[in-house]
């Protein structure tokens, strides 16, 4: 066992923290896959593209994998407004979303979770150093912030202490490496579970297969606690209409506001990448029905970029106020209750292209 040794895996992040000019890869599961494959040698292109007067990279696992562990095709609601539905790997059972994204990707692996009592702790820990020293990447999820995933990429002190990335690093208090990875010692305080890479055995679900789990998710009212799917547009709308914004504080405002604004751009984002990735599988296909979920998926997308323009322009300085119009908040609605029909049209379509 070596003292220290440390993987050259390339940097998650959200949008603006990868340190290049990367598109968004602002959920962390799939980003993370996206490294360890990248990492691993495999095959997904990187290409070069423009979009709202930029160009980007972007990382073409990202959207494999967004979408065939299920989450493009996801949205959740917290009943208590909590932002952790904003992890839309729980649009399945956790273990589920990553069975499915490791299936794609064509890979064994092994789920290990934290003992109640603490006892695994030295198992894990030569876990870890046994799968970095074969040069095999780990994803974690918990260890840094909240617990969603992180990707470990090396170790010190033969495994007290881990280092890797995680999207949360830079709000969370942790020791960083000299090229920016976390260092994080007692790790496993604030480990949920563990997940390592096995062998190469192929891809074992296909397209039809991506597209029945998504259907299947859409059609869901409640996942792991959650509101979800089309029940989701309700309560949303509901949030928004409320006469409570009329009146309450302007910091409590501002807190429900981040919420909604936030949940615009989950939703944007993972139908997004989603609709791109149903695109060039349409493409490749032949499918007409297929193209049509893309389609649809592609323009809640821009949808949500006018939701965001009801305010004001995307990133403007206190553009919270304006959710405290009435009449604002009433084309916010008008525009959800739209992005709600094309959810419903996507369905329709997914429907006809698993017959």
């Known amino acids: 066992m070596a003292e220290k040794k440390v993987l050259d895996v390339v940097k998650v992040g959200f949008y603006g923290n990868t340190g290049d000019n990367r598109s968004p890869e602002d959920f962390p599961f799939p980003a993370c896959m996206t490294s360890l494959m990248q990492y691993l040698g495999e095959d997904y292109p990187i290409v070069e593209l ?3 007067h930029q160009k980007y990279t972007q990382r073409i696992a990202n959207l494999h994998f967004i979408t065939a562990s299920g989450m493009a095709f996801g949205l959740l609601w917290s009943k208590d407004y909590c932002k952790s539905c904003m992890d839309l790997t729980q649009v399945n059972e956790h273990n589920e979303t990553v069975k499915n994204a490791f299936a794609w990707a064509g890979y064994e692996y092994e789920i290990m979770e934290k003992a109640s009592d603490g006892s695994n702790r030295e198992v894990i820990r030569e876990r870890i150093v046994e799968s970095i020293d074969k040069g095999l990447p780990v994803l974690a999820f918990g260890i840094v912030g909240p617990p969603e995933c992180v990707i470990i990429s090396g170790y010190d002190h033969k495994g007290e202490e881990i280092t890797g990335w995680s ?6 208090p942790c020791e960083k490496e000299s090229n920016g990875m976390f ?3 007692g790790w496993y305080d604030s480990l949920w579970k563990i997940v390592f890479i096995g062998k190469k055995i192929g891809r074992s679900i296909n397209l039809k297969d991506v597209l029945t789990l998504g259907l299947s998710i859409m059609e869901k009212t409640d996942s792991e606690g959650y509101v979800a799917g089309l029940a989701v547009y ?9 006469n409570e ?3 309450i504080d302007d910091e409590t405002l501002r807190v429900r506001h981040d919420l909604h604004h936030d949940l615009v751009g989950n939703l944007a984002e993972a139908r997004c990448w989603g609709g791109d990735f149903l695109l060039h599988a349409a ?6 029905n297929m193209r049509g979920v893309a389609m649809c998926f592609k323009n809640i997308h821009d949808l949500c970029w006018q939701v965001w323009g009801v305010l004001g322009s995307y990133g403007q300085q206190d553009v919270w106020k304006g959710f405290r119009s009435t009449e604002n908040r009433r084309k916010i609605a008008k525009l959800l209750g739209d992005i709600k029909e094309l959810d419903q049209k996507a369905m329709t379509y997914l429907k006809l292209a698993i017959r």
């Open 50 to 52: 423009e979009s709202h």
């Open 283 to 288: 493409e490749e296909n032949k499918d007409e």
């Open 245 to 247: 914004l009329d009146t």
């Open 183 to 185: 260092r994080r010692a």
């Open 167 to 172: 999207h949360f690093q830079q709000w969370e």
């Open 234 to 242: 309700d309560e949303w709308i509901r949030y928004v209409l409320s």
